[in-house]
């Protein structure tokens, strides 16, 4: 690896990194118009065009607020909690290919010869993404607990306690619930998965191929179970209604990060929208064929129409092409998150966690046992 390479892998990996903060702002903004015109209200509309410049200033006003720690606090952990909030939403969605690689043809600059390079449209790489993804995730857990018992309060101490509850009660059914489209694709790298779902609806019956030619072979269509059952845990794992029980306000103040304010808030903030960016990227990437759109966006159909330009140029372009079809996917998914949230009213803790307990998880092993048998009998 020389310069070059280590030059733009740096830039690669701070850019998506700004992507998913820089995607924050702009999700606030939507819902606080989208809970307006559900709810038939305005919703922001004073400060900029459409209340566009109302984040500014709300950034603003909560970089002048007091940074305040109770006398019971524990200082040192209590500001680490919302950094830890952030790290692990950063790094499983940095693992996620959001599109194809770029690949660059040798050339040479600067009196050297330089390439041929290959840039994943991902900040790292690894054959083990899934797994990787889901620990990672996992982690977020650590800083609500933190946040929770190091602000000294007894609000906060309640909603920390609800949240690692929920977090244990429904990773179970959440992992359980992609161990299905993991054993039809057989494999834990996500682009492998992306590659499989590219081309007409496929599979092996009884020896026998059966294509349907009108249908993408998207994991939905095999796992349709796996995935609604994915996309309830992703939900109680973003902490968004109806399972926003460790914050839920009329209970418990605002949970966990009650004693926080100012910037530390905002890092809390961004690292709910994070889980929730990487909570739609695995929907995508698992069940709606990634950033592909067969049979009019594949990687295939958009190299051979830009076929008339360089090698390096039909890779960038059809990667950034193939990056829009993603991102397109990624905030319909947003979108369903922010439309749930201001219509389903949240749940009892006891219906939370028979939920978790007594129907995802059950259902999710049933899904699994069923789908090995036809894994087994049928490829």
């Excluded at 701070?14 to 307006?36: D, K, N, Y």
């Excluded at 006398?71 to 919302?82: C, D, S, T």
């Amino acid at each position: 690896m020389d310069l070059f390479e280590i030059t733009i892998n740096l830039i690669k990996i701070a850019v998506i990194f700004l992507l998913m903060v820089q995607m924050v702002p702009l999700l606030v903004w939507v819902e606080r118009r989208g809970s307006a015109f559900i709810q038939n209200r305005f919703g922001p509309n004073r400060i900029g065009p459409l209340g566009l410049v109302q984040n500014l200033a709300d950034l603003v006003k909560f970089l002048c607020k007091e940074d305040f720690l109770g006398h019971k606090g524990r200082k040192g952990f209590f500001y680490a909690a919302p950094v830890l909030s952030l790290i692990p939403a950063a790094l499983a969605f940095g693992a996620i290919p959001l599109s194809t690689p770029i690949k660059v043809e040798a050339f040479h600059w600067l009196g050297q010869s330089w390439g041929p390079y290959i840039f994943h449209f991902q900040s790292f790489v690894m054959g083990i993404g899934i797994v990787f993804v889901l620990g990672v995730s996992s982690l977020a857990v650590y800083s609500l607990l933190l946040a929770g018992w190091s602000s000294g309060s007894k609000f906060s101490l309640y909603g920390a306690l609800r949240a690692s509850a929920q977090a244990i009660s429904y990773e179970l059914a959440l992992s359980l619930s992609i161990v299905g489209v993991i054993l039809l694709f057989n494999t834990f790298s996500f682009s492998e998965m992306v590659t499989a779902q590219t081309g007409p609806l496929s599979f092996h019956f009884f020896g026998e191929v059966v294509t349907i030619s009108f249908l993408p072979n998207w994991g939905i269509f095999y796992q349709p179970l796996g995935a609604i059952l994915l996309f309830v845990a992703l939900f109680a794992e973003a902490n968004r209604l109806p399972f926003d029980l460790p914050e839920a306000e009329a209970e418990l103040v605002a949970g966990y990060h009650t004693e926080y304010s100012g910037v530390k808030i905002i890092m809390f903030y961004m690292g709910e929208y994070g889980h929730m960016l990487v909570a739609s990227a695995l929907m995508v990437t698992f069940y709606f064929g990634g950033y592909t759109f067969w049979p009019f966006l594949t990687p295939e159909k958009i190299n051979l129409f830009l076929s008339s330009l360089s090698p390096t140029w039909n890779s960038v372009l059809t990667a950034f092409i193939l990056h829009g079809v993603f991102m397109f996917k990624l905030l319909f998914f947003l979108w369903i998150f922010i439309w749930v949230r201001w219509t389903l009213p949240r749940f009892r803790y006891d219906q939370l966690m028979d939920l978790g307990w007594k129907t995802l998880l059950p259902w999710a092993l049933v899904n699994t046992v069923i789908t090995g048998i036809c894994v087994f009998l049928f490829a």
